[in-house]
């Protein structure tokens, strides 16, 4: 018997993205059900060959559901997923309201899947940042082999991380550029448009922003407590894909061959690394696939036992949609949830 599935969130970008690889991975899934606010009820979206209509949060019946993947933003989860975890459900969700709670186990099946069983307390799990995913899928088979010390990172996100509207917003401001138009700016503190900016969240009382804060956290909470990292993250004219620029010092030696052979292997990694023009991967060619890329891998000489890499994702995917599938998935192969049974 498969397993009934609510997604609330339906219409966002990663709401969307989750439909598409619920199909693809041919999740076993009996039914699918598409969830929003009451203004999107009725709303078509598609689910492999299947159209679903939207239907309202507010007054679904949670009690046979089995996974809910959540996708509506922290507001909407801290009000819900309590509830839905309470009906029965594991809620897997995409914001971060939950990732910081010691009861909520924060996942990357990659990294930490063992970790998933805690989701007990709750029946909640989070998903991490989109720039800390890919990160974490990076560094979890390095910090294995020679210990991470340190994390020094630079951001390259992708518009698509602030949603719709961003996406939105670099198109008709680029547009404006070449038609010689009124360049409006409403989603970005400055335009977006052959421009990057170094702010992503709000900032904080020390100078870091929220985005920054959270790869701190959340790498010390899926990898390792001990690793310290300090991120500057900056938001690029690029519609999809984050891409990351990582200098790493480890405890223990590791050269660059070292690294690229346990990358190989590892799994969500793909390298491809070339010293030759294209040799590389941008987000580009990223957009669209499952696998973390790493590219421009070498020795970092100005420390002891240091390497700098290049480091790209799909942000909707990986950094999103795909990783709570996959979650899901580890709930299902590690036999931790059966499928209700449901009324005839």
């Known amino acids: 018997m498969g397993y009934k599935v609510a997604l609330v969130g339906a219409t966002g970008n990663v709401g969307r993205e989750m439909l598409n690889i619920l ?12 969830l929003a606010s009451r203004r999107s009820v009725g709303t078509e979206v598609s689910f492999g060959d299947k159209t679903l209509k939207v239907k309202a949060l507010d007054n679904y019946d949670f009690s046979d559901v089995d996974i809910c993947l959540m996708s509506a933003g922290g507001e909407t989860s801290k009000e819900w997923s309590p509830k839905i975890g309470k009906a029965g459900a594991v809620v897997i969700d995409n914001s971060s309201a939950w990732r910081y709670d010691s009861d909520v186990p924060l996942i990357v099946p990659e990294v930490n899947a063992d970790a998933v069983m805690g989701f007990t307390k709750k029946n909640i799990i989070a998903n991490p940042n989109c720039s800390t995913a890919q990160l974490v899928v990076a560094l979890k088979p390095l910090h294995d082999k020679a210990v991470i010390k340190r994390v020094v990172v630079s951001t390259y996100q992708s518009v698509s991380g602030a949603g719709k509207e961003a996406m939105d917003e670099l198109f008709s401001q680029t547009k404006a550029v070449y038609t010689a138009s009124e360049l409006v700016t409403k989603k970005f503190p400055k335009r977006i448009a052959f421009n990057v900016i170094p702010h992503i969240d709000v900032f904080m009382e020390d100078g870091y922003t929220k985005e920054e804060w959270k790869m701190v956290a959340e790498t010390k909470k899926i990898l ?3 690793i310290k990292l300090t991120a500057t993250c900056v938001r ?7 891409s990351e620029a990582v200098t790493i010092e480890f405890e223990k030696p590791i050269t660059p061959d070292e690294a690229r052979d ?3 292997n590892a799994p969500g990694c793909l390298v491809i690394d070339k010293h030759e023009p294209g040799g590389y991967v941008t987000p580009y060619e990223s957009a669209g696939e499952d696998a973390t890329y790493i590219s421009r891998i070498r020795e970092d000489a100005t420390v002891e036992n240091g390497l700098q890499l290049w480091c790209v994702s799909d942000n909707l995917r990986k950094g999103a949609a795909l990783n709570a599938v996959q979650i899901a998935e580890c709930l ?13």
């Open 23 to 34: 199909d693809e991975r041919k999740f076993p899934a009996d039914e699918v059900v598409a």
């Open 262 to 264: 346990i990358l190989r």
């Open 236 to 242: 690029v004219p690029v519609f999809i894909g984050h």
């Open 332 to 344: 299902i192969n590690r036999k931790l949830i059966n499928a209700k049974q449901k009324a005839a």
């Open 224 to 226: 390792d407590p001990k």
